[in-house]
Nanobody, 120 residues
Framework: QVQLVESGGGLVQPGGSLGLSCAAT????????MAWHRQTPGKQRELVAE???????NYADAVKGRFTISRDNTKNMVYLQMNSLKPEDTAVYYC??????????????WGQGTQVTVSS
C-alpha cells in the first residue's frame, strides 16, 4: 500500500522554529509535485508551499521568507522548515504528493496530518 507518512509537529513559542518531514512509502513508480497544506477548524485547506521535481518552489504569501520547502528524490521525502512562527500558523499540516504507484494510476495522495501549535 502506497502512503504518505508525516512526522514532526508539536508545540512551539512564537518566533520559534519547527521542521516537518513526509515520506512516501510503498511500491512507487513516480512522484511529481510535492506540497504542504494546512487547515484550521472552520476554514478550507490552503496551500502552504509546493516543490516540483526539479526544485522550483511556490509559497503562500503568508509564509514567504519564513518557511522553506525541500525534497529528496532519492528518499521520496519532502520537508518543511518553519521559522519565525506566528500564532496564526497554528493548524493541522498535511503532506501532499502527485504520485503514481507501480501498476496504478497517478493520483493525489495525502498524509494523515500533524498538529502545529504556536503559543506562548
Amino acid at each position: 500500500q502506497v502512503q504518505l507518512v508525516e512526522s514532526g509537529g508539536g508545540l512551539v513559542q512564537p518566533g520559534g522554529s519547527l521542521g516537518l518531514s513526509c515520506a512516501a512509502t510503498g511500491s512507487i513508480f513516480s512522484i511529481g509535485t510535492m506540497a504542504w497544506h494546512r487547515q484550521t477548524p472552520g476554514k478550507q485547506r490552503e496551500l502552504v508551499a509546493e516543490v516540483a521535481i526539479g526544485g522550483n518552489t511556490n509559497y503562500a504569501d503568508a509564509v514567504k521568507g519564513r518557511f522553506t520547502i525541500s525534497r529528496d528524490n532519492t528518499k521520496n521525502m519532502v520537508y518543511l522548515q518553519m521559522n519565525s512562527l506566528k500564532p496564526e500558523d497554528t493548524a493541522v499540516y498535511y503532506c501532499n504528493a502527485q504520485l503514481a504507484p507501480r501498476y496504478g494510476p497517478r493520483m493525489s495522495y495525502w498524509g494523515q496530518g500533524t498538529q502545529v501549535t504556536v503559543s506562548s
